[in-house]
């Protein structure tokens, strides 16, 4: 290999390249195919079952299984809510701020964090689902006027719940499915050759692996990896990590906001928000190094999830704890030095009341266990990270519990204090809900990559063979007879390819230019002269509007359609109104960016005539193509063919027509 560069010193395993890197994830998933995968397996469906019967029972008897009174109004169902929405907001936020950054380590947390963001928020949905007690109506809390022409209470946190958590799965799943289309590209031209190889050998292919080839392809939508493609993908990720952003920190920060406004000793503090966030991080952040310790183990992948990585993640975890650190002991502080009796009451029983373990939890599991992280030795341990990055996962459940049930147990009236202890059926419905993110992880294992493909070959360096793919040449017939679509060119390296469409560019030959690879081709683009759109500022476009409109629909509903406020509030209240006007922004933003990456890029698309170039799967490998595309009557394959043979930079390993 020619020379180790900076960027990937200690994130890639020194001997991989662009073919070893596609093997070692599409093939991972065969990996998982162990004693081990079915007994966890049987562990997470055995949880789920657990799921189905806390359910069950609390259809039958209602809400009142889980122990919640007045006024703890609010239990272990909020509670729970909360720490699921905490730990996939963290998630979120770690892989979009690492895309932003451009973070060369990014290469193997980013679909790991994104999964888990999507899992824990799967699991979060369904707390508002069941907490209505009639479940199969959870639609009456979305904005549309019912049949009675009576609109959801717009000022109700149930709506904005609804309208939050929509928009996060539709941001999440956006920005993950765009960094997964290549990658299921790559898996896509894999099955295919494992059917034409099970043709050649058997005469025919078996139907489970046709199967699997039909269904990445479709997945896929006729991804080809243009140049043009490569350059909306980076700006449709780019443009998903900053709404992905946006919402994370409106959710988090907006929730503590609405808390720290109300007058109730120890939710009273503008310091709330700040520790909300940095505990939600922190949980994020763990969970996703736990599962980066499991995805490394289970599937292998030592080579693409390094040490640094590890001690990376561990790095961030000790910082995040330390900022925790901090919050909490300004809070406790503040209530010593100028709170007032009942904020320093809430500090007792905080620290020794009946619920002091939720407190002592934070501080055993959560900020402990990350100050070992001051040690080399700990940080390349991925036993300790994974370790503590549960811990920290088990002490945001107590910061979530102390936060919202000590609060609520005592406000400022004696009449009001009622004791409250968890039930079995809310700890049989947390239980299952952990089942439900196992199951569907451990399924995630063996379908799809959760190591990205071309987010690590853009630090790899490929290995050259001199070869061409190998694929046979086309015959006579069809190109001498047949009608032509164009010419290819292949190359084995990125370089060569941008200097060899510089050399064509120059010349007419009335041919439609383009560059198919396995990651982006920046040069080449750059060559071609293409600008990739406006995709950035149709998501703006788009996520102002409907902010904006949601804004007015919820204004125009409380203020003048369906006048209905019984504590005396103002009547175009619009502070209410915008946490979840930011959400369905973010939504719509999102959402554009999408439709903008298929619509410009002319996806979905299952055939074009580039996929008909002689040993086109490796375009999602480790090669390089040029096409000239016939597009006028001065397109002469004989001479491009010898300006192709006269490169001054490079030569190509194979000239091929291509018939239409």
Request: aromatic share 10%; charged share 15%; hydrophobic share 55%.
């Amino acid at each position: 290999m020619s020379g180790t560069t900076i960027p990937r010193a200690g994130l890639l395993g020194r001997d991989e390249d662009f073919a070893s890197i596609g093997r070692a994830v599409t093939e991972a998933p065969a990996r998982t195919r162990s004693r081990a995968w079915w007994i966890a397996f049987a562990g997470a469906c055995g949880l789920l079952g657990v799921f189905a019967a806390a359910l069950a029972w609390l259809l039958i008897n209602g809400v009142g299984i889980w122990h919640n009174n007045n006024p703890v109004v609010w239990a272990l169902d909020i509670v729970a809510y909360d720490w699921w929405i905490g730990i996939a907001c963290g998630a979120l936020l770690t892989s979009a701020t690492l895309r932003l950054t451009g973070a060369a380590w990014r290469s193997g947390v980013d679909r790991i964090a994104e999964t888990t963001a999507i899992l824990a928020a799967a699991a979060a949905a369904l707390y508002p689902i069941i907490h209505l007690g009639r479940p199969w109506v959870f639609y009456w809390t979305l904005p549309y006027p019912n049949t009675l022409a009576l609109w959801p209470q717009f000022r109700s946190p149930l709506v904005w719940d609804a309208v939050d958590i929509i928009s996060f799965l539709g941001v999440c799943l956006s920005l993950w499915y765009v960094g997964l289309l290549p990658d299921l590209a790559s898996l896509r031209d894999r099955a295919f050759g494992a059917v034409l190889a099970e043709v050649e050998a058997r005469g025919r292919s078996r139907r489970l692996t046709l199967l699997k080839a039909q269904a990445y392809g479709i997945l896929a939508l006729g991804w080809r990896g243009a140049s043009t493609h490569w350059e909306r993908w980076l700006m449709a990720t780019r443009t998903l990590s900053g709404l992905a952003l946006v919402l994370v920190v409106s959710l988090q920060t907006g929730a503590s906001v609405m808390l720290a406004g109300t007058v109730l000793p120890g939710w009273h503090d503008t310091l709330l928000p700040v520790t909300f966030l940095a505990a939600s991080l922190l949980s994020g952040v763990g969970v996703t190094a736990a599962l980066c310790v499991l995805v490394r183990r289970a599937l292998h992948l030592e080579a693409l999830i390094t040490e640094r990585h590890l001690a990376l993640m561990a790095r961030l975890m000790l910082s995040l704890g330390l900022a925790s650190a901090y919050c909490y002991a300004t809070e406790i502080f503040s209530s010593l030095l100028h709170g007032d009796a009942y904020d320093r009451g809430v500090l007792v029983r905080r620290l020794s009341g009946s619920h002091a373990w939720a407190f002592w939890i934070i501080v055993v599991f959560a900020l402990l266990p990350v100050q070992l992280f001051w040690f080399g030795a700990f940080r390349r341990s991925g036993l300790v990270v994974a370790l503590v990055g549960v811990a920290a996962a088990i002490g945001s459940f107590g910061d979530h519990f102390m936060l919202l049930i000590v609060t609520l147990s005592h406000d400022f009236l004696p009449s009001s204090a009622h004791p409250y202890s968890m039930g079995a059926w809310g700890l049989a419905t947390l239980a299952g809900s952990i089942g439900l993110f196992l199951a569907l992880l451990l399924l995630g294992l063996r379908t799809l990559p959760m190591v990205s493909i071309t987010e690590t070959r853009r630090f790899a360096e490929s290995h050259p063979d001199g070869q061409p793919s190998g694929e046979r040449a086309p015959t006579p017939a069809e190109t001498a007879e047949a009608p032509l679509w164009g010419v290819s060119a292949e190359f084995d390296d990125a370089g060569t390819l941008a200097a060899a469409v510089k050399a064509m560019r120059a010349r007419d030959f009335g041919a439609r230019i383009e560059t198919y690879g396995p990651v982006p081709m920046r040069r080449a683009a750059d060559a071609l002269g293409r600008p990739a759109g406006i995709l950035p500022l149709l998501a703006l476009g788009a996520a102002l509007m409907g902010g904006i409109a949601f804004m007015a629909l919820c204004l125009y509903a409380t203020g003048f359609d369906y006048v209905f406020d019984v504590g005396g509030r103002p009547r175009f209240s619009w502070q209410a109104f915008l946490v979840p006007s930011v959400s369905f922004g973010t939504l719509c933003g999102g959402l554009t960016a999408l439709l903008a990456l298929l619509f410009q890029n002319r996806l979905p698309r299952l055939n074009h005539p580039a996929f008909a170039i002689p040993g086109f799967s490796r375009a999602s490998e480790d090669r390089f193509f040029l096409a000239l595309e016939a597009a006028g009557p001065r397109f002469d394959p004989a001479r491009i063919e010898q300006a192709l043979a006269r490169l001054p930079d490079g030569r190509p390993l194979m000239v091929r027509r291509v018939p239409l």
